[in-house]
Each structure stands twice: as C-alpha cells, then as structure tokens.
C-alpha cells in the first residue's frame, strides 16, 4: 500500500501558476501509476491528470491540456502537478491517487485505489 500526502496548494490569482506535490511512502511507489484529481464545492470528483510507472505515458482531462503537466521522481517518491494559466474554475481540493495495479504502461483515468487527503486550491478573479 502506497501513503500518499499533497502539498503545495493556496491561493492565487486568475493567470497565475503553482506547482503541487504528492509525496509518497512505501517502497514501492516507482511500480505505480498515479494520477492527480479534483473536487469543487457542490460537484463530483474528477479526473485532471495521470501518468505511467515509468513517467513515459500522460492523459489529461480536456479542461486542463496544455496548462497542467504532471510529472514524477521516482528517486524522491514525489509526482508533481505544474499547473499554469489558472482561472477561476481550477478552484478546488486537488487529491493525488496512486493506481491499483502495478507496471502499468500507459496512463489512465481508472482504477485509483489510494487517495491523499488533498489540498485546497483557490484561484481568485
């Protein structure tokens, strides 16, 4: 089992950037995909972005192509969520989530089992 704990989230203005971190405990952190979700007030949680054990494969979310990039250490257990051009719909609990199955080769938007507790988010206008 993977722990996983987020960091790097606050406030920021429409525009801006920031870069979140998802550190990871368990030896076996560089065997599995991970991906990085989100939830706003009063809405579901949804899929942003994810990447393969190796870093090699990335999907995105619609919403966020070509502003976030994920990426990860697998020498530090860290994955990384680059977030640039924010605007005001980014606003939320942002949650890193490793897969459930191990060596898998490309990215997806399924099967994450282990979630961290989130951090918030908050893009102001």
């Known amino acids: 089992q993977v722990q996983l704990v987020e960091s790097g989230g606050g406030l920021v203005q429409a525009g801006g950037s920031l870069r979140l971190s998802c550190a990871a405990s368990g030896r076996t952190f560089s065997s599995y995909a991970m991906g990085w979700f989100r939830q706003a007030p009063g809405k579901e949680r949804e899929f942003v972005a994810a990447?393969?054990?190796?870093?090699?494969?990335?999907y995105y979310a619609d919403s966020v192509k070509g502003r976030f990039t994920i990426s990860r250490d697998n020498a530090n257990n860290t994955v990384y969520l680059q977030m640039n051009s924010l605007n005001p719909e980014d606003t939320a609990v942002y949650y890193c989530?490793?897969?459930?199955?191990?060596?898998?080769?490309?990215?997806?938007?399924?099967?994450?089992?282990?979630w961290g507790q989130g951090t918030q988010v908050t893009v102001s206008s």
């Open positions: 989530a490793a897969h459930n199955l191990t060596f898998l080769r490309v990215a997806t938007r399924q099967g994450f089992g282990s």
């Open positions: 990447l393969s054990w190796s870093g090699g494969s990335t």
